[in-house]
């Protein structure tokens, strides 16, 4: 579990906001630590928007100052991943053998940095990032040795010196959940299907996932399933 100090009510933090689960309660842990946040979120082409209005309703709701940058011009230069090109998304459980299809190529390290100019530019001194150890065996700007030089990068890379944090990166969505559940969150406020359909598919890695960490916790998902 995630035990939020209090760091001053002025600290100003930008998160990283995806619209899922996790970002949802690392925007929560970040209002708990007093933050004065700004939510930060990515059009980077993938397959639906869908994540991204449940991200705008969340800051809306909260009053949280909320950006919505495009970056869909990577994919010019950014192919062959299931999330953004004509691939099939692969169900089933997160392996490392069919979810690889999934992994956009330094996605992360793009939004980091463009989140870190975002900071030094309303004066934060802090970028969250919601890698989780799940994410570890696939996506390798999600594992510890990446955002450690990314916080290392961040902090010498302009005049202020930003810190990336990674409050998850040693939990699962287990953990994840059982967090937000203690803050009574309602996760029927996120998005975590690759698929954009009217309700979650719930076969695709991510849905796969999510569910099986409502049930660890012998909780219904709020969210609709096909």
């Given at each position: ?64 100052p909320h ?21 099939e998304v ?76 990674a409050p ?59």
């Open positions: 579990m995630v035990n939020p100090e209090t760091t001053g009510a002025q600290d100003k933090a930008v998160v990283i906001y995806s619209g899922g689960m996790d970002s949802y309660t690392l925007l929560n842990l970040a209002l708990r630590q007093h933050h004065r946040v700004y939510a930060l979120s990515f059009n980077y082409g993938q397959r639906h928007s869908k994540e991204l209005h449940f991200a705008q309703k969340v800051c809306d709701e909260l009053a949280i950006k919505l940058v495009d970056i869909m011009a990577i994919n010019q230069l950014i192919l062959g991943s299931s999330l953004t090109d004509d691939i692969p169900e089933g459980h997160y392996e490392e053998t069919s979810m690889k299809s999934t992994v956009v190529p330094n996605r992360n390290m793009i939004m980091l940095s463009l989140a870190i100019g975002w900071a030094v530019s309303i004066k934060a001194n802090v970028v969250y990032y919601g890698a989780h150890s799940g994410d570890h065996a696939i996506y390798p700007d999600c594992r510890p040795e990446f955002v450690q030089k990314m916080d290392d990068v961040a902090r010498i890379a302009n005049y202020e010196e930003v810190q990336i944090q998850f990166m040693y939990m699962s969505k287990i953990d994840i959940l059982a967090q937000g559940l203690q803050w009574q969150l309602d996760y029927g406020k996120t998005w975590t299907c690759y698929n954009g359909r009217e309700k979650a598919c719930g076969k695709c890695g991510s849905c796969t996932e999510r569910l099986e960490a409502f049930t660890h916790h012998g909780l219904k998902d709020p969210l609709a399933y096909e």
